[in-house]
């Protein structure tokens, strides 16, 4: 697969893991079926050896290509925005292939939540939390993380986005078997069963523990209680601009290679 995992935390204060992406190409092919409309089908692929995704249309490649395209290359952040939350979307898949994950939105800068997960209990197929995810590419991690997501979860936890958040667990839910939604819906309103988890583009000056420690300071004070309610994910990219750029025009190669062979 073209992401690994290392153990990363901070005490009691939050614990995730840093991501390394050891092939490029592997994951712009998943990216390419995602922009196209396969998301479904990779999920099936990162879980099931030798699952085979149906053909590519031709239809699907003109919108594929506007995801995968930034419209003014000066200001890709859209772009890349975008392909971070496949991203994301892959590791989380990979992380806990059993949970019910929330497939990528299909339009840059999306108004709604980055991610969201639901972690079900195996044997009563009950709900034991809703994590609500903030996935950021990003040149300026601490900035990020301190004007913005905390904002973000502070309003969370006080309720302030209740109603989108049981609107889109409720459809999550529903592609489940065996969920009583109704029940499920209801314990997502406690603010205890909410977990929350931060993805987020790093460089230099965070790649090592004190960095980190010093990127996701604060955490625990705008996230109270046990340290699983505070997850945080770290992808150093030493050039994240010119990474991204290269990551697109491979994925938007594969995803024509694999309309034309299918024409």
């Not at 419209?71 to 949970?99: C, E, Y």
């Not at 986005?161 to 078997?177: C, P, Q």
């Amino acid at each position: 697969m073209p992401i690994t995992f290392s153990v990363i935390g901070s005490k009691d204060d939050w614990a995730g893991s840093s991501w390394t992406i050891t092939n490029d190409n592997e994951l712009a092919e998943l990216v390419a079926k995602v922009a196209l409309g396969q998301s479904r089908y990779v999920r099936r692929v990162l879980k099931e050896t030798g699952f085979a995704v149906p053909d590519a249309k031709e239809t699907e490649l003109a919108g594929a290509l506007k995801l995968l395209t930034s419209t003014d290359p000066k200001q890709p952040w859209h772009r890349d925005g975008w392909m971070f939350q496949v991203i994301s979307w892959i590791a989380a898949n990979l992380q806990d292939p059993n949970g019910l994950i929330a497939h990528p939105h299909m339009i840059h800068a999306h108004k709604g939540f980055d991610g969201i997960h639901v972690k079900l209990d195996p044997k009563t197929k009950e709900v034991t939390c809703v994590v609500i995810c903030e996935e950021k590419a990003t040149d300026n991690a601490r900035k990020m993380v301190r004007d913005r997501i905390w904002k973000e979860f502070e309003g969370m936890q006080k309720g302030e986005r209740d109603n989108e958040l049981a609107a889109e667990v409720t459809r999550l839910l529903e592609t489940a078997k065996d969920i009583d939604v109704d029940s499920a819906v209801e314990t997502i309103v406690w603010k205890s069963a909410r977990y929350y988890r931060i993805s987020i583009t790093i460089g230099d000056e965070h790649n090592y523990a004190g960095g980190r420690q010093k990127l996701f300071d604060g955490y625990s004070v705008v996230v109270n209680g046990e340290v699983t309610r505070r997850r945080g994910e770290v992808l150093y990219l030493k050039n994240l601009r010119a990474w991204m750029a290269a990551l697109a025009d491979c994925a938007a190669k594969k995803a024509k290679a694999m309309v034309a062979a299918h024409v």
